[in-house]
Structure formats: structure tokens, C-alpha cells
């Protein structure tokens, strides 16, 4: 079945680490997007990719990195310049000119 | 800027009470309107694309339709399975523009 996986599930970090999201998805889809999502608050754009080797920032960037050296894999890594990185995080991917885009279960970091 | 805004906030019906969903938009053209449902703890579900005003999309008890300045999501005769939050989404005409989310709406069906 074709789809996207995101691990871990649930992740613990302490203050000063810097914690990698996994993101991997099996559509083929060239664009992938991070997403962070706050109680109350609407999905939040970290990051996307529409193309391998590329990749920029969307709305709420800072401390936050990511990479894009395959076409199935877009990692988020939030590192300890993000002040309250405590969320759900989400990972999504759509084909060329196609708006809708499909989510990965997500992710759900605390920071100790 | 583009601004999706979703109301109510909250809404509780009773099972089989049929009710509707908004989502005002502001955009400079509109590509495409997206609604998904989240269940708690899991990603979003993509539901219907809307692509011009006047058109409809149906899935079992839901409708959804589109204006030049909003979008319903119409629920007829809910069960409580169909509890979740609904979200909207918004993309701009140029071609693999992002979207712009609402906050959502919280729908809680009783038995």
C-alpha cells in the first residue's frame, strides 16, 4: 500500500538536543511539506521540497532543519536553537500540480 | 496574505441532527479548496477538492460546496463516528503554491 510513515510516533527530547523526524513516503510524490500543528492553532508550515536537493523555508523556520538527498525521504530536524519545540508535527507529500496533499500519522515531540 | 477562517469553533450535535461546517477564505484566486478530517492523535484525512464556485463533492453524509467566498461542509444525519476535527485549506492560483489552513472545526456527535 502506498503511503507515508513517520517515526517515531512519540519522542522525548531534553533541552539543548537536537532530535531528527523521520518522514518517508512510497507515492512517488515529488513535494513533500513539514508541518507543525498547536492546539487551537491552524497547520503551520515549517518546511517543503518540490524537488530533490532542494528545499525552503515556509512560515515558521527557525530552528528547525531539514535535508532532501532522495525523493521518498524528507527528515526534520529540530534543534535546540527552537525555543518551544513541544508539538505535533506533521509530514505530508503531493504529486506535480496536484493541491491536495496526504499526511503521515505524525509525530509527537516533548521536550523534557 | 490568504486567511482561512473555520466556524464555529466547537460543535456538538445529536446523532442524526444535520448541520454544516464553515470555511471563509480570503485569496488572491483560488487553485483549489481542500477539506480533510483529523481524527485526535493522527494526521490529517483528505476529504473533497473544490476547484470553482458552484461545485459539490460528496462522501456518505457529507457535502461539501464551494462560493467565491467560502465553503460548507454539510452533514446529514451524523453518527458519532463522524466525531473529529475538520480541517480547510486554501491554495493560491500559482502553480505549487502552498496551502493556508484554518484552525479547524471541532465536531462531537452524541448518541
Known amino acids: 500500500d502506498g503511503g507515508i510513515t513517520q517515526s517515531p510516533k512519540y519522542l522525548f527530547r531534553k533541552e539543548g538536543q537536537n532530535v531528527t523526524l523521520s518522514c518517508e513516503q512510497n507515492?512517488?510524490?515529488?513535494?513533500m511539506y513539514w508541518y507543525r500543528q498547536d492546539p487551537g492553532q491552524g497547520l503551520r508550515l515549517i518546511y517543503y521540497?518540490?524537488?530533490?536537493?532542494?528545499?525552503q523555508k515556509g512560515d515558521i523556520a527557525e530552528g528547525y532543519s531539514v535535508s532532501r538527498e532522495k525523493k521518498e525521504s524528507f527528515p526534520l530536524t529540530v534543534t535546540s536553537a527552537q525555543k518551544n519545540p513541544t508539538a505535533f508535527y506533521l509530514c505530508?507529500?503531493?504529486?506535480?500540480?496536484?493541491?491536495?496533499?496526504?499526511f503521515g500519522p505524525g509525530t509527537r515531540l516533548t521536550v523534557l | 496574505e490568504d486567511q482561512v477562517t473555520q466556524s464555529p469553533e466547537a460543535l456538538r450535535l445529536q446523532e442524526g441532527e444535520s448541520s454544516s461546517l464553515n470555511c471563509s477564505y480570503t485569496v488572491s484566486g483560488l487553485r483549489g479548496l481542500f477539506w480533510y478530517r483529523q481524527d485526535p492523535g493522527k494526521g490529517p484525512e483528505f476529504l473533497f477538492t473544490l476547484y470553482s464556485a458552484g461545485e459539490e463533492k460528496e462522501k456518505e453524509r457529507l457535502k461539501a460546496t464551494l462560493t467565491k467566498k467560502e465553503s460548507f461542509l454539510h452533514i446529514t444525519a451524523p453518527k458519532p463516528e463522524d466525531s473529529a476535527t475538520y480541517l480547510c485549506a486554501v491554495q493560491p492560483p500559482e502553480a505549487n503554491s502552498k496551502l493556508t489552513f484554518g484552525k479547524g472545526i471541532t465536531l462531537s456527535v452524541r448518541p
Open positions: 521540497s518540490q524537488i530533490v536537493n532542494d528545499f
Open positions: 505530508a507529500s503531493n504529486a506535480p500540480a496536484r493541491g491536495e496533499q496526504f
Open positions: 507515492l512517488n510524490h515529488d513535494a
